[in-house]
């Protein structure tokens, strides 16, 4: 198993400003995506941060408002860049752990609110 | 990404009796799927997967059940708590999704004590 940490797990943000959140995971992973969650409805994937590369994005997702980090194979960012209302969500950072029992985990999430 | 469920249902049921969750996919290329439940204010949990190659899989009073001809899942829990009350959500992936998953909209199930 992993276990997954996200800072902050919540803020206020005015619109225009940028957050970055950060996913520490307790040991190496080959995989870790985002996630967004908006009020009341289900995870849509934002992209996958690949270690020593460019994350690669979905559809409707792009790298200028989404900026993603993976330095490491424990750590990664994602930024919310220039934020207005609409980008008032719950942001999941997950890992998926292949060995005896593949699965895929959450962290807590990072609930975002811009006002 | 794939459409997968695209309603959100909410299922009522008396504590003690058996529910069953449904969803569908739509990625007939997908091979791995995931059950989870999410509680209020957390990360959804990993309930009980199944691959492609079985279509039925029974956990501790969790069974999932896999019907690939029609695209089409469900979460069968037996003996309902009212601690089993949460959004349930499907997801599909797997190695021909680069191990990428996408969910369903989910199912809030409601367990009446």
Known sequence: ???????????????????????????QVTMMFWYRQQPGQSLTLIATANQGSEATYESGFVIDKFPISRPNLTFSTLTVSNMSPEDSSIYLCSVYASGGEDEQFFGPGTRLTVL | GESVGLH???????EGDNSIINCAYSNSASDYFIWYKQESGKGPQFIIDIRSNMDKRQGQRVTVLLNKTVKHLS???????????AVYFCAEGGVRNFNKFYFGSGTKLNVKP
Request: net charge neutral.
């Open chain 1, 1 to 27: 198993s992993a276990v997954i940490s996200q800072k902050p797990s919540r803020d206020i943000c005015q619109r225009g400003t940028s957050l970055t959140i950060q996913c520490q995971v307790d040991s």
């Open chain 2, 75 to 85: 979460l069968q829990i037996a003996a309902t708590q009212p601690g089993d009350s």
């Open chain 2, 8 to 14: 959100l249902p909410t299922l009522s049921v008396q």
